[in-house]
């Protein structure tokens, strides 16, 4: 894994990657209860979406690209929570897999460079809501330092049944007697 890890690039999603990413997504979209749109996207209709993610920020986008102009392997993002502005420091994050990418670290290696980028920002917390079953996605989380906080039941019908969403957080910013 570590030397498939070294032949990976992580850096911010643009607009030249809309395609790329819109096709990650619809396979979830397609194919799982990963997410809970039901229509497939255009790329046009994504765009907003990949606008709403800047360079800089608390509301980011990373992509993982095999070296050398390479496909993209899949992408993380820190989104606003809630609207609320009490919500401004926290952040719902998620990553996504390309097909064929999953098992190679790279859920991990996105999240790390996310988590990374993010520090100095003004946030709190981060929040991850995973479709219930997926341990893949429980491990990942529990990786990089979420914690379970609860259990929504049956929010969200998708594929002619009811699923469950388990709620993730974990800290961000200083750490109380970390002098920062």
Known sequence: MISERTEVQVRPGTEDDLGALTAIYNHYVRETAITFDTAVFLPEERRPWLLSHPEDGPH??????????????GYATSSPFRAKPAYATSVEVSVYCAPGAAG????????????????????????????????????????VGFRHVGTYREVGRKFGRYWDVAWYERPLGPRPGSGS
């Open 60 to 73: 980011r986008l990373l992509v993982a690209q095999e070296r050398d102009s390479g496909p993209l392997l």
């Open 104 to 143: 190679r670290g790279i859920g991990t290696l996105l999240y790390e460079a996310l988590f990374e980028a993010l520090e100095g920002e003004d946030l709190h917390r981060a929040y991850a809501g995973i479709a219930q079953p997926n341990d893949a996605s429980r491990r990942l989380h529990e990786r």
